[in-house]
């Protein structure tokens, strides 16, 4: 059933689309969500207590509700069954989770760590690049995590907006062994296993920094 996988169907294609997608997704939603999720902990602006609340009651919908209006914003713009179109979708759900997540996170860290390395010489820049980012290090490796899992989970949105097989993605590629009439299970089990491998080894690699990223607070003794 493997080598039926590997050799009469184009999985390594459909896995290297997903892991495209993941890892895209995981990189630009880190690089916007972290930088976003400390200065809505630390700084104090005008708009700052709406936006949360916006941000919060958007998040509270479910997703599958606005992906007509997705459709339709993607379709003049030539992304739909694109990669470019998918990446931007889940790049915006998984930042805003991002930043909710790693707001709180920010909040937990003393101020006083900041007001240290303010009286050492630490311009804001070098508090946030050289004291906060390393004791946030847990929390971003499990949203990295989470954020993988979530996009290379992902069925509902490679269905919709994607229509080339060669553009599937692996979920969306063992979806495809089943038939209208027939299911081939040998494959769809054998796809499973190999679908699971990554998001396994992500998983094993990381999953000690999800006990630290819950239970850790910035500051030691």
Do not use: H
Request: include cysteine; aromatic fraction near 14%.
């Amino acid at each position: 059933n493997y080598v039926a996988v590997f050799t009469e169907e184009p999985v390594m294609l459909w896995f290297k689309n997903s892991m495209t997608l993941a890892v895209v997704t995981v990189a630009i939603s880190l690089a916007a969500a972290i930088p976003a999720a400390y200065a809505f902990s630390r700084m104090r602006f005008k708009g700052r207590k709406p936006i949360l609340k916006q941000l919060v009651l958007l998040y509270s919908f479910p997703s599958v509700l606005s992906m007509f209006a997705i459709y339709t914003l993607l379709r003049p713009l030539g992304l739909i069954n694109s990669k470019v179109g998918l990446i931007l979708i889940y790049t915006g759900t998984m930042a805003e989770f991002g930043l909710l997540n790693m707001k709180g996170y920010f909040d937990t860290i003393p101020r006083e760590i900041e007001e240290a390395a303010e009286i050492d010489g630490c311009n804001p820049f070098m508090t946030y690049w050289r004291i906060m980012l390393p004791l946030v290090v847990p929390a971003m490796l499990t949203l990295g995590v989470f954020t993988l899992m979530n996009t290379w989970n992902d069925y509902m949105g490679p269905l919709i907006y994607l229509s080339s097989p060669e553009k599937y993605t692996m979920t969306l590629g063992i979806a495809y062994f089943k038939g209208v009439y027939t299911t081939q299970w040998n494959l769809v089990m054998a796809g499973s296993i190999v679908s699971v491998v990554p998001i396994l080894i992500a998983y094993l690699c990381a999953q000690k920094y999800f006990i630290e990223g819950i239970a850790f607070s910035g500051v030691k003794g």
